[in-house]
């Protein structure tokens, strides 16, 4: 009853959103009121904020921050550093395969913990991060600590390519889309908005491969295949829908997959509707079901590029929230056939609903289309800053920067 009671106080007195002020300047991050575990952060946007990077098994939640590691056990208020145990007013939680962290983690733990970095005003709610120890002076995309600025500025060091797999294509229309302008389904909305994203990439140095570049259909096993040994990044676009269903127009937003069993039912049939699309093609090929996405699931569990994937998602879900006016429904995972044969990182993004009048009209305009596709060309320049990052790190032994 008691923590009931400081549940619904601390609620009360909870803003309805923060501000994070770093180096790299300020970035709005809404506040979850949860009846059972009071005020809450998305953690994919709180941590692309402060360019820290978060991992869960589905029991602990890792998070880096810098050089500090926190641990939260999810459904239990506490968490720990350097192996101690730090009691909070409430858990982290996973919502719809998003996790979220106590607001009480920002106002109060970290300035706590971490004074000489972190600071909190109540009054205005604002974090202020003022940047790791011994690396303020570091130029920017050099730290260890890799924000959205960093590759906002260009800091790619080496060459790259990434491949861009525009959903659908030829006799598959992917989805009708049901609020598209006349004409419009979601296979030329995928093939605009990958087009964009080509562009933005190539001119800030990353090379780019399409799976496809006009209205023609490619089979959904081989996609993955044009992501090879020399290509860092498989993204697959894509438009969500439902099915007719009481109020199934008011469902909006968008979220971002990696290969791995699905968790929820809707992952499960977001999988099943794109994986559908096998029906249009005549490979002599065995579709990839049953055992055979299994074993190769089992494959992808001991494989560094699962982590990779979820990291890369997790910088999309966060650079899509800024400029994307739905819900951010998180980072999830399901057995996609498209993503089976692509040996390096792979993503499935889908951008909206089409059927939902807001997001069907957010991704057929110019310029929100516009504006998304620089959102993704954001995240993908952040991922291979950390890409670039991580390699050194395990060439030299230590990181860089320092």
Known sequence: MIGGLLLAATA???????TVATSAGERTVLVRQDPSAGPLLPAAA???????????????????LGSEPYRFLLGAAVFTLDGRAYPLAAPARMRNDSLFLPLQFVSEALPRLQANRFSWDPRAARLTDRGPVGLAVQPKGR???????????????RR??????????????????LFFPAGLKEKDVTLSVGLRLREILRARGVEVTMTRAHDTLIDLRHRGRYCGDAC?????????????????????????????????????RVARMENEAIRFEHST??????DGLGFILKDLQLNEHLRESARVAELIQGHLDRVHS???????????????????????VELGYSTNRQDARLLTDSGTQRRLVAALADAILAYLVEYERRSDES????????
């Open 160 to 177: 790259h390519r990434v491949t861009i797999d525009p959903g659908h294509g030829g006799v598959d229309p992917g989805n009708p889309g």
């Open 285 to 290: 090929e065995d579709a990839v079901a049953g």
């Open 326 to 348: 739905g819900e951010n429904r998180g980072v999830k995972q399901a057995g996609f056939v498209v993503l089976t044969t692509a040996r390096r990182p792979a993503v499935l």
């Open 12 to 18: 009360a007195a909870a803003p309805a959103k923060i």
């Open 143 to 157: 730290s260890t600590t890799v924000s959205a600025a960093a590759s906002e500025d260009g800091a790619l060091r």
């Open 232 to 268: 860092d990044l498989f993204v697959s676009l894509h438009v969500n829908s439902l099915p007719r269903r009481t109020g199934y127009t008011t469902v909006r937003g968008f979220e971002t997959f990696f290969l791995a069993e699905a968790r929820t039912e809707d992952a499960a």
């Open 46 to 64: 709180l941590l692309a904020a402060l360019g820290g990077t978060s991992s869960s098994d589905g029991v602990w939640l890792s998070v880096q």
């Open 395 to 402: 060439t030299t032994g230590a990181p860089t920067g320092l």
